[in-house]
């Protein structure tokens, strides 16, 4: 077996313990003569199973019982929908902050249930920048305002936290859990599973119990989280397999020194690629300086005649998905809990070797 260094955008690179556990419980979970994956989701095992993910859940992130932990499906998208069918309550319009494409999708998919006010947008600089707060033309009677504190194509990052009054709504599918983050700032924190979390499949919805009871009456049964929380996470069959191992993802997480932990490593593998990045002719990013993402680094060749030639050669040596999302060209990293620094120090030594042969 030889397994190589991935760095896709999700679905993402796993922990590979987590994936030898997987593969030993596979055919027989725990000695019970079926997989996990075979058993009833209201069976003891499986309920302890989900059970024990909301628990070291809660206690990576500091969640308190304020707040519900809701594991849903239909991936981060579906929540662009969820959102105001939940939020909106009686009142007509929301506030969005756009910094890039999955801003731009949330305020689209917005746009059906309300009146949608864009508070601020960094279009102008092609999404490479994060316009600060004291620009935003906040809206007099929104219901929230939602924002993507990662974008994951354009690779900027919020290193603040947006202060509003109205409840303020996170798309944190290719940040959480890569490092501290305050919950008790948030109304609502969602997220889809397959990147830093576990495979495809299952979303996270961590939301404030007072906002709970506003959906609207043509919310689906599916949709709704009060009726998810009512039923903890079971008002249908979950996706028992993508809970299984994101329970173990969270356990892996808690061996890494937890939320400060991942940080820690987290922050040295971007700074080397970007201080890479910085110290050649050859390569670009042009993302502003205090929003680079750490999770998603993008970067340019000096000539995009090369992209190719940097494709194949950098998966012959193992290094895979380097790709830039097809809206923004050039190449991206994508540098997820799971992508070890081993990963990183060996695209980094692909990448000045590349540039020593063609710069
Ligand atoms: C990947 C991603 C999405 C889309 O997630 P799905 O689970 O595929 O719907 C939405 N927002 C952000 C920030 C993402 O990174």
Redesign the pocket.
């Known amino acids: 077996m030889s397994r190589c260094y991935n760095f896709c955008a999700?679905p993402a690179a796993l922990p590979e313990s987590v994936l030898e556990i997987a593969r030993n419980d596979m055919l027989e979970w725990h000695g019970k003569g079926l997989s996990l994956m075979e058993m009833s989701h209201r069976s003891p095992e499986v309920v302890g199973v989900v059970n024990h993910a909301e628990q070291t859940l809660r206690s990576l992130l500091g969640i308190s019982d304020d707040y519900a932990v809701l594991f849903l499906q239909g991936?981060?998208?579906?929540q662009f929908g969820s959102v105001p069918l939940n939020l909106l309550g009686d009142k007509l319009s929301a506030d969005y902050v756009n910094t890039g494409q999955?801003s731009k999708?949330a305020i689209e998919e917005g746009r059906r249930y309300c009146e949608v006010n864009v508070v601020a947008s960094s279009q102008d600089t092609n999404f490479s920048t994060i316009p600060p707060q004291a620009q935003w033309q906040l809206g007099n009677d929104a219901a929230y305002l939602h924002y993507?504190p990662?974008?994951?194509i354009g690779g900027v990052e919020y290193f603040w936290t947006p202060q509003v009054e109205v409840p303020l709504v996170a798309?944190m599918?290719?940040t959480i859990l890569s490092r501290p983050t305050r919950v008790e700032d948030f109304g609502v924190i969602y997220a889809?599973a397959?990147?830093n979390i576990g495979p495809?499949g299952l979303?996270l919805v961590i939301v404030r119990r007072d906002l709970l009871g506003r959906a609207n009456a043509m919310c689906p049964a599916m949709l709704n989280w009060q009726l998810a929380a009512d039923n903890e996470s079971m008002y249908n069959t979950p996706p028992t397999f993508a809970l299984y191992l994101a329970a173990l993802v969270f356990d892996w997480l808690v061996e890494q020194g937890g939320l400060l932990g991942i940080e820690t490593i987290n922050r040295r593998k971007a700074q080397k690629l970007y201080a890479a990045i910085d110290n050649s002719d050859f390569y670009a990013n042009p993302v502003e300086l205090p929003s680079r993402s750490l999770m998603n680094v993008t970067f340019t060749l000096a000539d995009a005649a090369l992209d190719k030639q940097f494709l194949t050669e950098s998966e012959s040596a193992g290094l895979l998905n380097l790709k830039g999302h097809r809206s923004v060209g050039g190449m991206r990293a994508s540098l997820y809990n799971a992508v070890s620094e081993a990963a990183v120090d060996a695209l980094i030594a692909f990448m000045l070797d590349f540039e020593q042969r063609n710069g």
């Open positions: 999700g991936g981060a998208s579906t999955w999708k993507t990662n974008e994951t798309d599918s290719s889809g397959q990147k495809s979303t």
